[in-house]
Every structure is written in C-alpha cells, then in structure tokens.
C-alpha cells in the first residue's frame, strides 16, 4: 500500500473514532465518501460545516489534494472496501453503490475443492 492509501486509512479512521458511538452514522459514511470519492469543493464544504479554523480547512484540502493526486480508482476502492460497509452513492441520491465488495461476498464466488467442503455439505450429499 502506498503512503497515501496508509494516510487515508488513517484519516478514515479518524473520522470514524471521531464520529461518537455509532455504526458508521450517515454523517460519517458521508464525510469518507465525500473525503475519497467527492470533489475538494464539495469535501472542503463539509469540514467547513464543522470546523471553520483556517488552517484546518487548509490542512483538510492539502490532504483532499493529495488523496485525488496519489491515489489510484483501485486504490479508492480498496480503501472504501477495507472498512467492511458498503458506501453511499453520492450525497443527496438514492442511487445505490457501485463499489465496495465485502470480503464475505468474495467468498461466496470462491469454488471450493472437495478437500475443503464443510462437513454439513459432506453429510447431506451422502
């Protein structure tokens, strides 16, 4: 993983830890989407609904940058997958994700090899 998908883990992470006691809140879910799939207007936009300090906003658009520079489409996915929640379309729309394969669904298209079938599976098949 490069600097940058590290720096963004982190930066999600914190705004997860930042987000109180929820299960990923909307308002949480918003802020990752806008930080890795938003546009910097829209991103700093919403740190402004929060945090007015000039040299937080600047901070926040110098991260913003360097997300949108460093990081590749794949990466973004990754990033967004890794957090283990599918992840709203854009703010303001219903349209559902088109990104964000959990781990658990991946594992369903893997074909498993008769050494490995679970034993109920075994059982019934006799």
């Not at 520079?69 to 303001?92: M, R, V």
């Not at 088109?98 to 059982?123: D, H, K, N, Q, W």
């Amino acid at each position: 993983m490069t600097r940058a998908g590290a720096l963004l883990l982190l930066c999600a992470a914190l705004l997860l830890i930042m987000g109180g006691n929820c299960d990923i809140c909307p308002a949480v879910r918003e802020d990752v989407y806008l930080f890795v799939r938003g546009t910097p207007e829209e991103y700093i936009a919403k740190v402004k609904e929060y945090n007015t300090n000039s040299a937080i906003v600047a901070n926040a658009r110098r991260l913003k940058d360097r997300v949108d520079e460093k990081l590749t489409e794949e990466d973004k996915q990754n990033a967004l997958s890794i957090l283990a929640w599918d992840p709203p379309g854009p703010p303001g729309s219903e349209m559902p994700p088109a990104f964000g394969v959990r781990p658990s669904a991946l594992a369903s298209l893997t074909p498993v090899s008769p050494a490995e079938e679970p034993e109920s599976s075994a059982i019934h098949s006799h």
